[in-house]
């Protein structure tokens, strides 16, 4: 048996304070999934999916039902406890003691102190980067004073924080150029950006977005990128190397492989394990197996990846120590590997990677 008995979730958001109904349940089903928070299509739903069946396996236990009872009956069970009693459940049935929380969502979600006490466990912030520029912006009146602000906002943030993630960056900053923009290509972009934005506006512009990121890379903290395929972000790794600061690649499903892969070829390039393994329910032993063909133990990192239900945390807590335990349980059963070995390399993924990159109390 390979115990995991402390886990690191090293990176979730908070879990809704609001009583939710059936569609409300499914919109974060679905966003979860990777959706917009939209319903699902007439005559069907968000519980016949992968992660549907999760919950319907791990989560109703935990609140006094038979497991794969019909949802219906689950969320009424649910709404009997209420939206606290329900959730301070599940979170500490989960075997999580550190919560990392990246706090730039928008909604009515809980922050780190309030899901550390209702989970039991340690929670720290990780700073989304897009929204703290937005803020920026908000109160500068000047490019100068914009510019000035901003690194200032950033290294200001990395007293409290024990990361930052960025969502827009690849997707719309590296895919452009990997390298930091010049000092005049960004005055030019934030004069351009500042004028041009309405109150409230997103940061979408690539060059303030790369030059954004660049001066995290300063900061002195680990930098989570929402990466999609890790392709997008291999000049930037090549391109950080060196300089200190460790990059965390969330989110690679379906490129978990080159995510692994890039792990390797970079010192301060670490894998996020994520919600993927919760997306893949019974399938979970397969995919995490082809993570570990490739990526050096020490640089995969457990996490949830969960946004407003409780219950995410739970199920990818237990598809993540169910689909560890069959596939190194395997490999001890084969001979391939010894059981202290495996019992080592499953405790490292499970936390003790995480509080080395994060530095978090405990940290060996």
Same mark, same amino acid.
């Given at each position: 048996?390979?115990?995991?008995?402390?886990?690191?979730?090293?990176?979730? =958001?908070? %879990? #809704?304070?609001?009583?939710?109904?059936?569609?409300?349940?499914?919109?974060?089903?679905?966003?979860?999934?990777?959706?917009?928070?939209? *319903?699902?299509?007439?005559?069907?739903?968000?519980?016949?999916?992968?992660?549907?069946?999760?919950?319907?396996?791990?989560?109703?236990?935990?609140?006094?039902?038979?497991?794969?009872?019909? &949802?219906?009956?689950?969320l009424a069970r649910r709404r009997e #406890?209420?939206?606290?009693?329900?959730?301070?459940?599940?979170? !500490?049935?989960?075997?999580?003691?550190?919560?990392?929380?990246?706090?730039?969502?928008?909604?009515?979600?809980?922050?780190?102190?309030?899901?550390?006490?209702?989970?039991?466990?340690?929670?720290?912030?990780?700073?989304?980067?897009?929204?703290?520029? +937005?803020?920026?912006?908000?109160?500068?009146?000047?490019?100068?004073?914009?510019?000035?602000?901003?690194?200032?906002?950033?290294?200001?943030?990395?007293?409290?924080?024990?990361?930052?993630?960025?969502?827009?960056?690849?997707?719309?900053?590296?895919?452009?150029? &990997?390298?930091?923009?010049?000092?005049? +290509?960004?005055?030019?972009?934030?004069?351009?950006?500042?004028?041009?934005?309405?109150?409230?506006? !997103?940061?979408?512009?690539? %060059? #303030?977005?790369?030059?954004? #990121?660049?001066?995290?890379?300063?900061?002195?903290?680990?930098?989570?990128?929402?990466?999609?395929?890790?392709?997008?972000?291999?000049?930037?790794?090549?391109?950080?190397?060196? *300089?200190?600061?460790?990059? %965390?690649?969330?989110?690679?499903?379906?490129?978990?492989?080159?995510?692994?892969? *890039?792990?390797?070829? =970079?010192?301060?390039?670490?894998?996020?394990?994520? &919600?993927?393994?919760a997306h893949t329910g019974a399938r979970?032993?397969?995919?995490?197996?082809?993570?570990? +063909?490739?990526?050096?133990?020490?640089?995969?990192?457990?996490?949830?990846?969960?946004?407003?239900l409780p219950e995410l945390h739970v199920?990818?807590?237990?598809?993540?120590?169910?689909?560890?335990?069959?596939?190194?349980?395997?490999?001890?059963?084969?001979?391939?590997?010894? !059981?202290?070995?495996?019992?080592?390399?499953?405790?490292?993924?499970?936390?003790?990677?995480?509080? !080395?990159?994060?530095?978090?109390?405990?940290?060996?």
């Open positions: 048996m390979i115990d995991t008995p402390s886990l690191v979730d090293q990176y979730c =958001h908070g %879990v #809704l304070r609001t009583e939710l109904g059936l569609g409300t349940f499914e919109a974060h089903l679905g966003a979860q999934l990777g959706g917009s928070s939209a *319903l699902p299509a007439a005559g069907t739903t968000f519980f016949d999916t992968q992660t549907g069946f999760a919950v319907r396996r791990w989560c109703p236990p935990l609140l006094g039902l038979e497991p794969h009872c019909p &949802p219906a009956r689950y #406890l209420g939206v606290d009693e329900a959730g301070r459940r599940l979170l !500490r049935a989960s075997g999580i003691a550190t919560y990392l929380v990246d706090t730039g969502l928008p909604g009515d979600l809980t922050g780190p102190a309030e899901l550390a006490a209702a989970g039991a466990a340690e929670a720290h912030e990780i700073v989304r980067l897009e929204p703290l520029a +937005e803020q920026v912006a908000d109160t500068s009146g000047t490019v100068e004073g914009f510019l000035a602000n901003l690194a200032e906002a950033v290294h200001g943030a990395a007293a409290g924080a024990v990361a930052f993630a960025s969502a827009a960056g690849v997707r719309q900053g590296l895919a452009y150029a &990997p390298e930091p923009p010049g000092p005049g +290509e960004v005055r030019g972009a934030a004069g351009r950006w500042l004028t041009g934005r309405p109150a409230g506006g !997103r940061l979408t512009d690539p %060059v #303030l977005l790369r030059h954004l #990121l660049w001066i995290a890379v300063t900061a002195g903290r680990p930098l989570q990128l929402h990466t999609g395929d890790p392709a997008a972000v291999a000049g930037f790794a090549a391109a950080t190397a060196g *300089l200190g600061a460790d990059l %965390v690649l969330l989110h690679s499903y379906p490129y978990h492989r080159a995510a692994a892969r *890039l792990s390797g070829v =970079h010192p301060h390039v670490y894998a996020d394990l994520g &919600p993927v393994l979970a032993a397969a995919v995490l197996a082809e993570v570990l +063909e490739r990526a050096p133990f020490g640089k995969l990192l457990f996490s949830s990846g969960a946004h407003g199920v990818a807590a237990s598809v993540f120590r169910t689909a560890l335990t069959r596939v190194l349980g395997e490999w001890v059963m084969d001979g391939a590997w010894s !059981r202290t070995d495996a019992q080592r390399v499953a405790t490292m993924i499970a936390g003790d990677n995480a509080r !080395r990159v994060y530095r978090l109390a405990g940290s060996r």
